[in-house]
């Protein structure tokens, strides 16, 4: 057995090289494999391709933007016009009222910035002590060691030992639970409590009505910070170009990455509201001791302008208001398949979950024989459909279609 030379992310290092699914090409919503074989692109990626495959424009202001400046970094005082007119485009959003941006090289990235931003500016505020982190059992928030231990997954957090301290999860969705955590670690002790507004890798979860704005009433209760993951649903999955705008309730911080430039160039950030700009700003000789080597890439932004004028253009973020629910009626007319016990979701981020004897995972594995790819959720046993922004109706009733020719296969083998 001959293992391929990567060391594949979230798999399983022994798989055999010729069991991969080699992705060579893609436009629109499919993608092509090495034999030339067609799939409708389910997940648009991981989460991320809203504009969807093969799109020009943005390649094209790559291009141009890597013939003209390639990089340079932007520690210190240097900065360029791309990182800026991005910065731009997304504050005219509004995701946070009177906030400004920083910029990463992705989500998991963008967490840990978030995290250490937190502390910083509870220091700088002269409120030191305050350390902890409140979030929810089977939340998904990156795989840098600062996400990994707010992270409430299990499969996650175990193979890597003690993670950092003073980092506590609690029951998803009870507000009771997360004001009882308060209560137990000293509501002048909590720096922030940080949400998926949609719990995503963990199952696909909305939020209970109420539960948001809790979390938000909490947190100024006990002076600390809200922290929105929007790493997977900002512009425009919900149907809304933000999951803050999408349930009315305003973060102190939000992460970003995957749909600002639809994947076309690794680029995430966080939005800093005006909470926590307003202590890093109070002292002008104050230093702000963190960032990455290739925050504010020129070409990664570049990308993102592209993007983020597609997305307004097209109203795209519309057409997942459209959409979403065609595709969420579809999926709920297999309720009646054996194994198939719920269909939950918002705009085009759709999961079925299912009970023993069928597992997600076999029916994700199923489904690309019938020309379509899904994403298995183990964790809840659920699978996910969360296609780009520009789907059909035509393909979402091939999505569909495809889901219950995989069920009947599985139901055929259990």
């Known amino acids: 057995m001959t293992v391929p030379k990567v060391l594949h992310p979230f798999a399983v290092p022994a798989r055999p090289a010729d069991d991969f699914l080699e992705i060579v090409r893609a436009e629109g919503c499919r993608v092509w494999d090495s034999e030339g074989r067609s799939y409708l692109d389910g997940t648009a990626s991981l989460w991320y391709c809203a504009a969807g495959h093969g799109r020009r424009e943005i390649a094209e202001a790559v291009a141009a933007q890597m013939a003209e400046l390639e990089a340079y970094h932007t520690f210190s005082r240097f900065t360029n016009r791309p990182e800026q007119r991005l910065a731009e485009l997304l504050l005219e959003l509004k995701p946070i009222p009177d906030a400004r941006v920083l910029w990463?090289?992705?989500?998991?990235?963008?967490?840990?910035?978030?995290?250490?931003?937190?502390?910083?500016?509870?220091?700088?505020?002269?409120?030191?002590?305050?350390?902890?982190?409140?979030?929810?059992?089977?939340?998904?928030?990156?795989?840098?060691?600062?996400?990994?231990?707010?992270?409430?997954?299990?499969?996650?957090?175990?193979?890597?030992?003690?993670?950092?301290?003073?980092?506590?999860?609690?029951?998803?969705?009870?507000?009771?639970?997360?004001?009882?955590?308060?209560?137990?670690?000293?509501?002048?002790?909590?720096?922030?409590?940080?949400?998926?507004?949609?719990?995503?890798?963990?199952?696909?979860?909305?939020?209970?009505?109420?539960?948001?704005?809790?979390?938000?009433?909490?947190?100024?209760?006990?002076?600390a910070l809200l922290v929105f993951d929007e790493v997977i649903t900002a512009f425009g999955r919900l149907g809304s170009w933000f999951g803050s705008h999408h349930y009315g309730v305003t973060p102190d911080l939000m992460t970003f990455a995957k749909a600002i430039t639809s994947g076309y160039q690794p680029l995430g950030g966080v939005v800093v509201g005006p909470r926590v700009r307003a202590w890093l700003e109070a002292d002008e000789q104050y230093m702000l001791t963190h960032g990455s080597t290739y925050a504010g890439h020129p070409a990664c932004c570049a990308a993102g302008v592209a993007n983020l004028e597609i997305l307004r253009s097209e109203g795209l973020f519309e057409r997942a208001r459209e959409v979403g629910p065609r595709l969420r009626d579809g999926l709920e007319a297999l309720l009646d398949r054996p194994g198939v016990v719920e269909v939950r979701g918002e705009g085009l981020m759709q999961a079925v979950a299912f009970e023993h004897p069928v597992a997600a995972a076999a029916v994700a594995d199923a489904l690309p024989a019938h020309g379509v790819i899904g994403r298995a959720l183990p964790y809840a046993n659920t699978l996910a459909f969360s296609p780009p922004l520009v789907v059909s109706d035509a393909e979402i009733e091939e999505m569909v279609a495809a889901t219950a020719a995989a069920l009947a296969d599985v139901a055929a083998m259990v």
């Open 104 to 223: 990463t090289c992705g989500g998991s990235e963008a967490i840990d910035t978030a995290l250490k931003l937190a502390r910083a500016g509870h220091k700088a505020a002269g409120d030191a002590g305050r350390t902890v982190f409140l979030s929810r059992y089977y939340a998904y928030h990156g795989v840098m060691l600062g996400g990994t231990s707010a992270g409430g997954l299990p499969t996650n957090r175990d193979p890597y030992g003690p993670l950092l301290p003073d980092f506590f999860q609690v029951s998803r969705d009870s507000l009771a639970a997360m004001r009882e955590a308060v209560t137990y670690h000293g509501s002048e002790r909590i720096a922030a409590i940080i949400a998926e507004p949609v719990v995503g890798a963990g199952g696909v979860f909305p939020p209970p009505p109420g539960y948001l704005e809790g979390l938000r009433e909490l947190c100024d209760e006990s002076g």
